[in-house]
């Protein structure tokens, strides 16, 4: 079976992201270390944007980003914890590819691994977004680790025609720095 060059690219710039030890312009970004309400996960963020927080008996969340800037190439993070039960295999990803379907993102590229002590499930989509009426690209990240309850999902989104490096990066970081608490 023959993989098709785009596939291989997509997936050389996966492990690039996963691999390289990144310079995200650290004097200008400083990351600080955030605790959702409940206390179920960690995760370093950039100080200077702006957080909003969110919680129910069986979610919590974080939802951050750069305010100075327009949201043409903004970095919108969104991580979560649910206590819902996740399995990382295909029928995940045919779900994630259902789910993208219905906002008008397609999916680019997807992979499972780890990444740490979590198993994960990576997706990377990409569309027009209606509603911004401008281009949309998502990554998206399923963390599970089998000691502790519930799961982690983190969505990081970009509006624009191009994703720059360092936003890339940016996003390989961040999810490098999630932490489930027992």
């Known amino acids: 079976m023959r993989i098709p060059s785009f596939k291989i690219s997509a997936l050389l710039i996966l492990i690039l992201m996963f691999s390289c030890n990144t310079d995200i312009k650290k004097s200008?970004?400083?990351?600080?270390?955030?605790?959702?309400l409940n206390g179920k996960f960690q995760v370093k963020l950039p100080e200077n944007w702006k957080k909003e927080f969110n919680t129910t008996e069986s979610s919590s969340g974080i939802i951050s980003s750069d305010t100075a800037r327009e949201l043409k190439n903004k970095v919108i993070?969104?991580?979560?914890?649910?206590?819902?039960?996740?399995?990382?295999?295909?029928?995940?990803e045919q779900t994630l590819d259902s789910l993208n379907a219905t906002v008008g993102l397609k999916t680019q590229m997807q992979k499972s691994g780890k990444i740490r002590a979590?198993?994960?499930?990576?997706?990377?989509?990409?569309?027009?977004?209606?509603?911004?009426?401008?281009?949309r690209n998502q990554y998206l990240y399923v963390l599970k680790?089998?000691?502790?309850?519930?799961?982690?999902?983190?969505?990081?989104?970009?509006?624009?025609?191009?994703?720059?490096t360092e936003q890339s990066e940016l996003v390989a970081e961040i999810v490098k720095t999630i932490k489930m608490n027992k």
Do not use: H
């Not at 991580?79 to 295999?89: A, E």
């Not at 089998?146 to 969505?155: A, W």
């Open 28 to 36: 200008e970004l400083k990351m600080v270390n955030v605790i959702d």
């Open 77 to 92: 993070i969104n991580v979560n914890w649910n206590l819902d039960t996740v399995y990382i295999n295909p029928n995940l």
């Open 118 to 135: 979590y198993r994960t499930s990576f997706n990377f989509s990409s569309g027009y977004d209606s509603t911004e009426k401008m281009q």
């Open 145 to 164: 680790k089998d000691s502790i309850k519930g799961y982690i999902l983190m969505t990081a989104t970009i509006f624009g025609d191009s994703i720059l």
